[in-house]
């Protein structure tokens, strides 16, 4: 069976559990984990920011950002399909007491005219632009684009947040540093658990002030701190070292399955008994938005299994 159903399907390599069970490490609520404060210095680093957080999810790094930048009654503004809006259960509403109003979007972009004529959203309000966007197949915003909308969240007086969940597979994909549309952001989401392979982690980043104020703060309030969690910020490491670069190979075997593949995403239309069939052929993919499925590749899938794949859709194509 092909399983191409996510990303989150890949494991930690044999040379990224090596480096977790070599791992220093020590309570990272007291600050004390080498490992956590190296990854957190690098990430903020890398990002062009003051400060990181290291956190157990993606989902938990983008709900931090948003209740530390905002105050309830606040308005979020985001693309209607943006993770944020659809798969996080209301959180925003519910964690940071923000008013959450979706717009459609072209690729899972606002355009800086829909953000200059969003009602109420002045100073205390937040934006999430996504990137790559998940929804839309794994778009890539081009910079220029991405430039233009925070401009005009900032001419609004309000935040913005990218959630970069996977932002390294934008950068690989457009040949840019993640730092492109990161520097522009006031607070960034990054993944470890995607296509970098690592059994859990994500980190926020942001001005120093607002990490060790109500980042943390916020932190406590979703879970609380962890302890030896270098063993986890090692995995982190080993693929910022190792395992970034080879995202372009990913992609490569989304364009064997369909030319117009930007990352690792293959978008294509759903039917009546479509996911069924496929899996009968030897294939599993997952659901990308109402009325469309995807097939992502990540490490693990080689490109036989790319080929093959492209070979049962096309097979279903014909029968259709
Ligand atoms: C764009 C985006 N943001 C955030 C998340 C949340 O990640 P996690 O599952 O680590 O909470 C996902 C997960 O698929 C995602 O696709």
């Not at 399983?3 to 070599?22: I, Q």
């Not at 072209?106 to 200059?116: C, F, K, S, V």
């Not at 490569?252 to 479509?274: H, K, M, Q, W, Y």
Request: aromatic share 4%; net charge negative.
């Amino acid at each position: 069976m092909i399983d191409l159903r996510s990303d989150t399907l890949t494991k930690p390599t044999p040379e990224m559990l090596a480096a977790m069970a070599a791992a220093e490490v020590g309570d990272e609520q007291y600050r004390e984990d080498p490992t956590v404060n190296e990854l957190q210095r690098r990430m903020a680093e890398l990002l062009g920011h003051e400060a990181a957080l290291f956190v157990p999810t993606a989902t938990m790094a983008n709900q931090i950002a948003l209740r530390a930048q905002t105050t309830p009654g606040a308005k979020l503004l985001a693309e209607e399909r943006t993770h944020v809006m659809v798969y996080e259960l209301g959180g925003p509403a519910i964690h940071s007491g923000l008013v959450m109003q979706a717009r459609p979007g072209d690729a899972g972009r606002l355009t800086p005219e829909q953000i200059e004529q969003e009602p109420e959203l002045g100073r205390g309000g937040i934006v999430v632009l996504e990137n790559t966007h998940r929804s839309s197949g794994g778009r890539i915003w081009p910079v220029e684009d991405f430039r233009a909308a925070v401009d005009a969240v900032h001419d609004r007086g309000a935040k913005l947040h990218l959630d970069g969940a996977r932002l390294f597979n934008a950068s690989v994909g457009a040949g840019l540093e993640p730092s492109d549309w990161a520097r522009h952001a006031d607070s960034v989401t990054i993944c470890f658990s995607k296509g970098l392979c690592c059994p859990l982690g994500a980190v926020v980043v942001g001005t120093a002030e607002m990490i060790e104020g109500k980042g943390w703060e916020s932190k406590f309030l979703f879970g609380g701190a962890m302890r030896q969690a270098g063993v986890l910020a090692a995995a982190a490491l080993y693929a910022l070292d190792n395992l970034v670069d080879r995202l372009a190979e990913d992609h490569e075997r989304a364009r064997r399955i369909d030319s117009d593949a930007e990352t690792n995403f293959v978008a294509f239309e759903d039917a009546p008994g479509l996911q069924e069939r496929l899996r009968q052929r030897g294939m599993l993919v997952g659901n990308l938005r109402p009325g469309w499925l995807r097939a992502v590749t990540y490490n693990g899938i080689t490109d036989d299994d790319a080929d093959a794949a492209a070979a049962i859709l096309e097979a279903e194509r014909v029968a259709a």
